[in-house]
């Protein structure tokens, strides 16, 4: 079992910037990939980025903006916000795949006012 921990969500104006981080205890060797989705209110969870393997990606509303990065010894994952825009308001989470099963944060609350 993988647990994960969140912190940095806060309330911030359009413009803004944020770090959010997040901690893996646990089980957390072996973890392939760790990321970052979030949900807004009346909306699904969408990926927001990932990295694992050797790889990122960003969803198409935050690229430029936002950076992932991680530290695999560490088992932690940082997503860095700039530029935050109204639409970026959610509760971000932070998952982590590790022998094919997902594990989930239970997130952290990004609030952008215009």
């Known amino acids: 079992q993988v647990q994960l921990a969140e912190s940095g969500g806060d309330s911030v104006h359009a413009g803004g910037s944020l770090r959010l981080s997040c901690v893996a205890s646990g089980a957390k060797t072996s973890i392939s990939a760790m990321g970052w989705y979030r949900q807004a209110a009346g909306k699904s969870r969408e990926m927001v980025a990932i990295i694992g393997d050797g790889t990122i990606k960003y969803s198409e509303s935050v690229k430029g903006r936002f950076t992932i990065s991680n530290d695999v010894m560490k088992g932690t994952v940082s997503l860095e916000m700039n530029n935050l825009k109204p639409e970026d308001t959610g509760v971000y989470y932070c998952?982590?795949?590790?022998?094919?099963?997902?594990?989930w944060g239970k997130g952290t609350l990004v609030t952008v006012s215009a």
């Open positions: 998952q982590c795949w590790r022998f094919g099963i997902d594990y």
